[in-house]
């Protein structure tokens, strides 16, 4: 039989308990039997989330070739996730309309977990990286159609959503042409913008939970790396 790991065990028994809770409620069994059974202790301080560096992230932008409508998607699916902190799921929901105008600049609109609607500001770079995308490809007019859509076998871009499968195999075969060693996911680049803004010294947690969608803010604390440079000065000055 194969061990679980320890947040396995404690996503399971979590929703066990809900199981018994609702068949509680509906008088199906007198009390939750699960109630007094405690899952295995586990403590996060940091998240495990592969995370680029600012210039990691920066050469890995510039290395897409937007010689092609394809490389421009990327570059724009890239800079979203990174510059709104969106999961991979909320960006690839995204139709056209999704992304609109509000005095002049850019806003996205993102369909978020548990049902959340963040409406997010387009940093300069992501404005220019999506302007670019949506010309070139001419989906402007279809509102209603997917922002981020596949590509055909002859590199055209398809009426078809593109999806989380698609998408990660694309980020590991673009990471692996910039010579970037890090084994980047999906999530990766989120974590990678949380972790800019918090390196700021006049981010604030608040905000980056806010654009993160988190309930709470110990759990945007966890996408931040600032301390891991902090703590490698700090063994350094061991003088052995």
Partial sequence: MREASRPTVNQELAGVRRLFDWLTVRQVVSSSQAAAVRGPKHTVRRGTTPVLSAAGCRRFLRSIPVETVGGLRDRALFATMTYSFARVSAALAMNVKDVFLTDSRLWLRLQEKGGKVLEVPCHHNLEAFLRDYTVTAGIGIDRDGPLFRALNGDGSLSDRRLNRR?????????????GISTDVCNHSFRATGITAYLENPEARVEVAQYLAGHADPKTTKLYGRRDDRISLDEIERIGI
Avoid: T
């Fill in 166 to 178: 698609r998408a990660r195999d694309m980020i590991r075969r673009r990471a692996r042409a910039a």
